[in-house]
């Protein structure tokens, strides 16, 4: 699906300003080094700014956002063949993205049964609540390729 790719194209044209930059910068250092650049918090920083880069930075990677409509749109749990299938990408990809949708915890992931190596995967409490806003995206690209 296409919508990967102008998800990627949409964030990538944002004119970010300098001091957003240095911002996410600092901010990112905290959330994912535990460290600070000065060692100092910075109180011009707000630390919701990290996590949604962090989001948007996973669903603007290859498949993740069409996985998940996938999952929302079926609103059953799904086998990852099936996933596979529906999304047309290599295992590796599929694989990647859900472990990284998973730890996110966007998707979860079941085991079929206890003898079974099979899992399952369906779309979190917490996925669902991204629900509208990827369907007003989808329906925000479709109307201005209409346009």
């Known amino acids: 699906m ?5 998800v990627f194209e949409v ?3 944002l004119t970010v300003p300098s001091w ?3 911002c996410n910068l600092w901010i990112k250092n ?6 600070t650049v000065s060692g100092e918090p910075n109180p011009n920083c707000d630390p919701v700014y990290g996590r949604v880069d ?3 930075e996973q669903l603007t990677k290859s498949k993740s956002l069409h996985i998940l409509m996938i999952l929302d749109q079926k609103n059953q749990s799904m086998r990852f ?3 596979k299938d529906r999304v047309d990408a290599s295992s590796t990809t599929v694989s ?3 472990g990284e949708l998973i730890e996110f915890d966007l998707v979860e992931r079941t085991k079929t049964s206890e003898e079974s190596k099979t899992h399952e995967y369906s779309i979190s409490e917490y996925g669902k609540q991204l629900s509208p806003i990827m369907h007003a995206f989808y329906d925000w690209v ?3 390729d209409l346009a």
Do not use: C, G, H, P
Not at 2 to 6: G, I, N, Q, T
């Open 96 to 98: 990647r993205r859900l």
């Open 54 to 56: 962090a989001l948007l």
């Open 11 to 13: 964030f990538a044209l």
């Open 20 to 22: 957003y930059q240095n």
């Open 30 to 35: 905290v959330l994912f080094t535990l460290s």
């Open 2 to 6: 296409a919508l990967d790719w102008v």
């Open 81 to 83: 063949s099936e996933i």
């Open 142 to 144: 479709k109307r201005r």
